[in-house]
C-alpha cells in the first residue's frame, strides 16, 4: 500500500511537474497559463461577445461578428497579427464558431440554412502574399481553421487571391476604401471550376469587419463568377465604420 501510495504521488509530482513546463505567460496579461490565454483574459474577452439580436445577418452580405472590435477583444487581435502570436486564432476561432452554429441553429434571420449549410464552403480572406510571408501566418486562415474545426464545414484557403497589399486603408474615407478595393481579388480558375462542377455557396472569414469594404470587394469577385456568397463570418465587428460614414458626410455637406 505504502508502495503504491509513493508511486502514486510521484506520478501526481511528475504530472503537476509536467504542468508547470507546459504552462507559458498569457499573451494579453502575462500571467501564466496552460491554455493559449488565461481565464481572466477568457472572461473578459466574453464580455464583448454580441448578442444574437446584436447581428446583422441581412442581405446583399449578411455579416455575423462574434464581438465589439474594443477593449481586450482589439487587443487580442492586434496580438496576434503583429506580436507573432497565432496560437490566439484557436480560442478565438472555436468561439466564433460555437456562436455562429448556435445563431444558425436558432435564428430566424438566418432562412434557408438547412438548405445552404450542407453545401457551405468556408474562405477566409487572403493577404497579399508578400505580407502574409513577412508575417508568416494569415490570421484569417488560422481562424477558419479553428471555424472549421468546430463546425465540419469544409475549408478552402485557395479560392480567391489578393492581388496588391491593401495597406494603405487604414485612415482612408468609405469612398476611398471602395476604390482602393475595387479589384483587389483574383479567382485561383482551378479551384473555382471544381466549385462549379458541385454547386457550392461561399462564407467567407475574416479577423475584423470594418467598413465591409474587403468583405464586399470579395463577395463581388465571386458572384461576378456566378459563385454564390452565403454571408461573411467575422470575429470582431467595429463600430469605426459609421463614425467615418457620418465624418465624411458632415465634410460634404
Ligand atoms: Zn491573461
Known amino acids: 500500500m505504502k508502495g503504491w501510495m509513493q508511486r502514486f504521488s510521484r506520478v501526481a509530482g511528475l504530472s503537476r511537474l509536467a504542468n508547470l513546463c507546459l504552462e507559458s505567460a498569457c499573451p494579453l496579461c ?45 487587443r487580442a487581435l492586434t496580438t496576434l497579427k503583429y506580436e507573432n502570436q497565432p496560437q490566439l486564432a484557436r480560442p478565438l476561432g472555436d468561439w466564433l464558431a460555437q456562436s455562429w452554429l448556435q445563431f ?46 468546430r463546425t465540419r464545414l469544409p475549408l478552402n484557403p485557395h479560392v480567391l487571391m489578393r492581388n496588391r497589399s491593401t495597406e494603405a486603408q487604414f485612415g482612408l474615407s468609405i469612398a476611398a476604401r471602395e476604390q482602393n478595393l475595387a479589384d483587389a481579388f483574383t479567382l485561383n480558375e482551378t479551384v473555382v471550376h471544381s466549385l462549379k462542377r458541385s454547386p457550392h455557396a461561399v462564407l467567407l472569414l475574416d479577423d475584423i469587419y470594418t467598413s465591409g469594404a474587403t468583405a464586399r470587394s470579395a463577395a463581388q469577385t465571386l458572384r461576378q463568377q456566378n459563385i454564390a456568397v452565403y454571408g461573411i463570418v467575422t470575429v470582431a465587428k467595429t463600430t469605426i465604420a459609421k463614425t467615418t460614414i457620418a465624418k465624411t458626410t458632415a465634410a460634404k455637406t
Open 30 to 74: 502575462q500571467r501564466s497559463t496552460a491554455q493559449a490565454l488565461c481565464l481572466d483574459c477568457q472572461r473578459q474577452l466574453q464580455h464583448l461577445r454580441l448578442s444574437p439580436s446584436q447581428q446583422t445577418w441581412r442581405s446583399p452580405l449578411p455579416i455575423f461578428a462574434w464581438g465589439s472590435y474594443s477593449g481586450s477583444l482589439k
Open 104 to 149: 444558425a441553429q436558432t435564428s430566424e434571420k438566418m432562412p434557408e440554412k438547412s438548405l445552404l449549410e450542407k453545401s457551405l464552403i468556408v474562405v477566409p480572406i487572403p493577404m497579399h502574399l508578400a505580407k502574409q510571408q513577412q508575417r508568416g501566418f494569415n490570421q484569417a486562415e488560422l481562424l477558419a481553421e479553428a471555424f472549421c474545426q
